[in-house]
């Protein structure tokens, strides 16, 4: 899949993330990830972010997401929502 | 819908909001998704709001009702970050602070509590941060789920106002209605909405606390006090008829519960204190639903609690929390609603009285949805059975069943 046009998906509310993804043309994977609990939990969120771009088998994407604390599945949601609004 | 996509709903409604320049609060149940619904939440809720108008200039209010529960959005003109103290000291202090969630907006984007400073929100089962319990299932569900129903129960029971608030607040945020006013809609009235039942409610709350000793054993008194609360409530509503069924019968029900302790003296004890209230029979003029039960032989709540409200304590109570459609259809196919009655004919309340005891006899309660639909279309109201509905929630919460 390419990412083709920028896309958001997701709230800043408590427990739940927001998701941006842009076109990156030939550049690769690019991530950026703030989050409440970044320190503890934060390579355990961008595995799971990889995860779903692997799926989608996207190679060149830039990805911001924001996290207020969502679940894993809840992550997953929202990345996933986010690229399908790309194409 | 799911409750993402609630959620994203909300937030797109919120940026729409924000791009005025006021500051938005949203106040929904800190809880698990599964409970979010359950109406001890809601309550909490609406406990929150109460006190939040009372430290915030309000300018504009919403709500809506989904998967994530009720959900009240407050317009301020207060700044981001003075509304995000006030909110954050609510949730720190109040002892439903922690049921709570109180989102601050500015400018489209949250205020965090590390913006001003203030250490994040503590999981109330082992004081650790609560994103990190969140995040790495430190607790099971059902203890999680367990502690908020519990929190919030013993918050209601402490009084009796919040707990008949507590009854009002489940027929309010029922998913169908059947013409009366409801979170998403206001059902077939034009002049109200559930704004004006959230301020009538929050006078009769208060009120209720006051009822004493003295009036529960005293017709005459207790009527002197009803008109009181009567009076409070229409100032609150600028003269709307919002919970006036509901007053009588949570007069009579919360005198009998502060009287007497079992169900049977309950009961015995409002057949005494209402043997008073057929003098009203014979009275003139009528109130419309007097009239009703004069010239039409129907049951009238009037009728139930001559009755002690047997009905309500013996056969409806028992079974709230198998489902509110079920409920409904007991309640509609049972009870004269005089409500209705006003807007139609004999023919049309009966007519629907026996659609709601086929879907009963059929257990098809799927198929409430289009008895609720032929209320709105008709331009009918269920306002009598939306106060029964609210008193068997009363008495359900008293009784240890909910």
């Not at chain 1, 503890?40 to 924001?66: A, D, F």
């Not at chain 2, 965090?112 to 400073?117: C, Y």
């Not at chain 2, 003295?214 to 006090?225: S, V």
Request: aromatic share 8%; glycine share 6%; charged share 25%.
């Amino acid at each position: 899949m390419i990412v083709s046009k920028p896309a958001v998906a997701g709230t800043l509310e408590s427990n739940d993330c927001y998701v941006t993804v842009l076109p990156n043309h030939s550049s690769g994977i690019q991530l950026v990830i703030r989050s409440i609990v970044m320190q503890k939990y934060g390579h355990l969120i961008e595995k799971t972010i990889r995860e779903v771009l692997e799926e989608y088998q996207i190679e060149h994407v830039s990805l911001t997401l924001e996290d207020k604390g969502a679940l894993d599945f809840t992550i997953k949601a929202r990345v996933k929502t986010a690229l399908e609004r790309s194409v | 819908m799911s409750i993402l996509e609630a959620r994203e709903r909300r937030g797109l409604r919120m940026k729409a909001l924000a791009s005025s320049s006021l500051t938005w609060i949203t106040i929904k149940a800190n809880a698990i998704s599964s409970i979010r619904l359950h109406p001890l939440m809601s309550s909490m809720v609406v406990i929150a709001y109460d006190e939040l108008l009372s430290t915030i200039p309000l300018s504009k209010q919403e709500a809506t009702l989904d998967a994530e529960g009720l959900v009240i959005y407050v317009a301020t003109t207060l700044s981001g970050k003075e509304a995000k103290k006030r909110c954050v000291s609510l949730e720190e202090n109040h002892p439903i602070g922690r049921l709570v969630d109180l989102d601050v907006f500015e400018g489209g984007s949250s205020i965090s509590r590390s913006e001003l400073g203030i250490a994040p929100r503590l999981c109330f089962l082992c004081e650790q941060m609560a994103a990190q319990c969140v995040r790495s299932k430190t607790h099971d569900i059902s203890v999680i789920e367990a502690y908020s129903l519990n929190e919030a129960r013993d918050y209601l029971l402490k009084t009796q106002g919040r707990s008949a608030m507590f009854g009002m607040v489940a027929e309010l945020t029922r998913l169908r209605t059947y013409g009366c006013v409801g979170v998403m809609h206001s059902g077939v009235h034009v002049d109200m909405d559930f704004f004006t039942y959230l301020a009538s409610m929050r006078v009769l709350w208060h009120q209720f606390d006051l009822i004493n000793h003295q009036m529960t054993g005293n017709f005459t008194q207790l009527r002197a006090f009803g008109q009181r609360i009567e009076a409070h409530m229409f100032e609150a509503t600028y003269g709307k008829n919002t919970h006036k069924g509901a007053i009588f019968l949570f007069l009579f029900a919360i005198s009998a519960d502060m009287a007497k302790k079992s169900i049977q003296k309950r009961i015995e004890h409002i057949r005494w204190l209402a043997s008073e209230v057929k003098k009203d029979f014979d009275q003139t003029p009528l109130t419309y639903g007097l009239f009703a039960s004069k010239s039409y032989s129907i049951v009238s709540i009037r009728h139930l609690v001559l009755d002690g409200l047997s009905w309500v304590y013996q056969t409806l109570v028992p079974m709230i929390g198998v489902s509110e459609d079920e409920l409904m259809a007991n309640i509609i196919s049972c009870i004269d609603d005089t409500t209705t009655l006003k807007r139609s004919d004999l023919a049309t309340l009966r007519f629907l009285q026996s659609w709601a005891k086929e879907l009963l006899s059929r257990r098809e309660y799927d198929s409430m949805k289009e008895l609720d639909d032929y209320y709105m279309k008709h331009r009918l109201s269920s306002g009598g059975c939306a106060d029964i509905y609210a008193l068997a929630y009363y008495i359900a919460l008293r009784e240890g069943k909910v």
